[in-house]
């Protein structure tokens, strides 16, 4: 639907929009984490304060107080720290419009899945947002949050029926960015409709010197607990996006499960070692996981020999974009510096190849029209049938 290399442009700047923005989120929050585990009763015993923090950073030294309750005087100036969270989920939406719905179709219909026009795409895809975010505002409100360890557990198990149900109907690359926009529009409806309007209604109650009621203030913090262990794993799928080896595989949601578990496992690390309880097994645990999956996942057939069916296919259908000297228009350079001029060079992908061969991702768009025949002939072969 977009030109190509509008599509191009419009992806570079809004990504770079969205990453800038999502840093100084996840920054601040990381940075009011830190602050909240390293308060220590202040040296000066001051009214209303109960912890200090002293530091240094670009040759300037800060002292930061944190007040227990409202200071007594409401300065004139307020810093609430909600645009960068607006500001991630808007240009992330942006991005998923630019790339997933309005680019190459091919990047997210798979038709032996399911043949979506970019309608049904594009309405399955918010849809499933919304439906998201209703169930899980709905376990915040049900008495399960009062049981965390079950609400985790729930709430875990609900994730991975999303990555699954997504990757039914959608290319793996396009599942796994669905899950990550589920997870990131909670994280940013937790701060716009719950954290945000429990801070007014604290602010307003102590400008008016009442006491605020406890209840929403309880509930943001739960909220903003959820935030922050659903943090690892959203930047995880985030990243995905460029590692063909975790979405293209057969059991791709599987997969995406496990390495969010190891991303929540080393936030909880990072939780109890700022309340002083350090575990010694956590960390550990998470790097033997990660080379344990690496190793899980790795391809099991040898160096294949490229037969000359297989050969003419690669060179009608990718050799024209993966060539050192490609003839695709639009295309200057080999994409990813992934050239197939050689059978050696297709023979040592042949796993990559049968993830996104099979997957539909590659030929790129089918911009060279690939058949269903020349698709079930090199997935055939590269996965050594
Ligand atoms: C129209 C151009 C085009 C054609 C044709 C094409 N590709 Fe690609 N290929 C791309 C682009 C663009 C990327 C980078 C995708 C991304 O990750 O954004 C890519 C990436 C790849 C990668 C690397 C993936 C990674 O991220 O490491 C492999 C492997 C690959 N293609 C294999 C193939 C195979 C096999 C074919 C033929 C069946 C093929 N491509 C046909 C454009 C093309």
Request: with cysteine; net charge positive; hydrophobic share 50%.
């Amino acid at each position: 639907m977009l030109d190509l290399h509008l599509q191009e442009w419009l992806n570079l700047g809004v990504r770079w929009i969205h990453v800038i923005v999502g840093i100084a989120w996840i920054g601040t929050s990381f940075y009011f984490n830190w602050l909240n585990n390293h308060l220590r009763p202040p040296g000066n015993p001051e009214s209303g304060v109960d912890g200090e923090v002293w530091s240094v950073h670009g040759g300037e030294f800060y002292r930061v107080v944190r007040y227990e309750g409202a200071p007594q005087r409401m300065p004139s100036k307020l810093h609430w720290f909600k645009w960068e969270a607006y500001a991630t989920w808007i240009s992330g939406l942006s991005l998923l419009f630019i790339v997933y719905y309005l680019g190459p179709l091919g990047l997210s219909v798979d038709p032996t899945k399911a043949d979506l026009s970019r309608w049904a795409l594009a309405a399955i895809g918010i849809a499933s947002l919304a439906v998201g975010w209703f169930l899980y505002d709905g376990l915040c409100r049900s008495g399960l949050v009062d049981h965390p360890g079950w609400f985790a557990f729930v709430g875990f198990a609900l994730a991975v029926a999303a990555a699954w149900s997504y990757s039914l109907v959608l290319t793996g690359r396009a599942a796994y960015i669905q899950t990550g926009a589920l997870i990131g529009t909670i994280m940013a409806a937790n701060v716009f409709r719950v954290i945000i309007p429990s801070q007014r209604l604290t602010v307003a109650a102590m400008t008016r010197g009442e006491v605020p009621d406890p209840r929403p203030g309880r509930d943001a913090a739960r909220r903003s607990l959820h935030n922050n262990y659903l943090t690892l794993p959203v930047v995880f799928i985030m990243v995905s996006n460029h590692f063909p080896s975790t979405f293209g595989s057969e059991w791709n949601w599987a997969l995406l499960a496990a390495i969010s578990l190891v991303g929540v496992l080393v936030r909880h690390w990072f939780n109890l070692r700022g309340q002083g309880r350090g575990n010694m097994w956590i960390l550990p645990g998470a790097v033997v996981a990660m080379i344990a999956l690496a190793f899980v996942t790795a391809p099991r057939t040898a160096t294949l020999e490229v037969t000359d069916p297989v050969w003419s296919v690669v060179e009608a259908r990718c050799v024209p974009c993966h060539s050192s000297k490609p003839t695709q228009p639009g295309f200057s350079s080999a994409p990813k510096g992934i050239t197939f001029d050689t059978r050696d060079q297709l023979s040592a992908r042949a796993a990559v190849v049968a993830d996104l061969v099979g997957s539909g991702f590659m030929p790129f768009a089918n911009l060279t029209g690939m058949t269903g025949e020349e698709r079930a002939l090199v997935v055939a072969w590269a996965r050594g049938d």
